[in-house]
């Protein structure tokens, strides 16, 4: 008995769907295929996906305690003392004074003598390229 709001296709892409999600089993037997269930499968695979993922919640708590002793760890030592922030305000300044440095630095990089000497050298390496790619043989 087929019921009329029930098209073939729609049964066949629903059985498809369920097949995809593991929730039921095809085999292919002569020229047709058969379909089956069994309660018991779908409870183990809970029970294996809730031992799974109770594994990867037991694995953060562990990674969450080694994190926190690392904090704790790198906390020993840095109390905010008046020594320490100014400290910090100078290899802060440092760090700024050192990159403007930099920035200079590069500025002047044109006139340094090895950059020059660099800069000669490449200049009759293409000048000789360039007379030796233009000679034609005829």
Known sequence: MILSGLTPMTVKEVLQSLVDDNMVDCERIGTSNYYWAFPSKALHTRKHK??????????AKHRKVSLEKTVEKAKVGREG??????L??????????RTKLQAELEKYRECDPDIIKEMRKN???????????SVNFH
């Open 81 to 86: 003392t008046k020594e320490r922030s100014s």
């Open 123 to 133: 200049k009759f390496t293409l000048l000789y390229k360039l007379h030796t790619d």
């Open 88 to 97: 910090l305000k100078q290899l802060q300044s440092l760090r700024e004074e």
């Open 50 to 59: 809730l031992e799974e993922l109770q594994k990867q919640v037991s694995d």
